[in-house]
């Protein structure tokens, strides 16, 4: 049993709860849920267009029903995880129609041009990310002693593995586009619930020999 963070009331045999976190701490009661019919349509999980009207469909479902901020809120954070999801499989599925040798031929570079060639086009800014994995930070905050010892080693590698993982996505989202080199490349670092996330962003362009 659990109290509905939208409409106060309990939850229980006749009034079934949603939840819409992994920590189960926001709750929707049926009820409510019944109210968001778009909700309830389990969308294409590999079509982000569709998703998206979806997503529009639900806000106007909870401005319509008066839902409180604090329940919006939460559904925007939960429609976001599962819209970053849908992405991600997206990009896994295209990953495997990647020509592996147009990977290593991709130039790159964090400037913003390469010597002897010229930019024909510019394709996009495009990202890419990979999470550390918790075992990271547990690793490191086990023993903060060790941190510049093993374990800073061992986190270092961590760190190069998950470079490597968000620039071959990276890679892959310029291939997908059809461009055939990268420029501006840099990291970022953030912390993505609780896990280090790297993310590469970059420009795809199209190249050719001056
Ligand atoms: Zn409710």
């Not at 778009?38 to 998703?51: A, G, L, P, V, Y």
């Not at 990953?95 to 010597?115: A, I, P, Q, R, W």
């Not at 093993?150 to 291939?175: C, D, H, P, Q, W």
């Amino acid at each position: 049993m659990a109290i509905c963070m939208n409409c106060g009331k309990k939850t229980g045999m006749r009034n079934p709860e949603y939840y819409l976190d992994s920590d189960m701490t926001q709750v929707l009661c049926g009820e409510c849920y019944k109210k968001l019919e778009h909700f309830q349509i389990k969308s294409d999980e590999n079509d982000i267009q569709k998703f998206d009207e979806t997503f529009k469909l639900i806000q106007m479902e909870m401005e319509e029903h008066q839902f409180n901020d604090e329940t919006k809120t939460a559904m925007m954070r939960f429609l976001q995880k599962r819209r970053a999801r849908i992405e991600r499989n997206i990009l896994e599925e295209k990953k495997k129609y990647v020509d592996l040798s147009d990977m290593n031929t991709h130039m790159l570079t964090t400037g913003y041009n390469f010597e002897g060639y010229e930019i024909s086009g510019y394709v996009g800014v495009i990202s890419g990310q990979s999470a550390l994995g918790s075992g990271a930070l547990s690793g490191l905050s086990a023993s903060a002693n060790n941190f510049l010892g093993t374990e800073s080693s061992y986190f270092g590698n961590r760190l190069i593995e998950a470079k490597e993982s968000a620039m071959r996505e990276l890679i892959v989202s310029s291939l997908m586009k059809g461009g055939n080199a990268i420029i501006g490349i840099d990291f970022d670092y953030i912390t993505i619930e609780g896990l280090i996330t790297v993310i590469a962003n970059g420009t795809s362009v199209k190249i050719k020999k001056k």
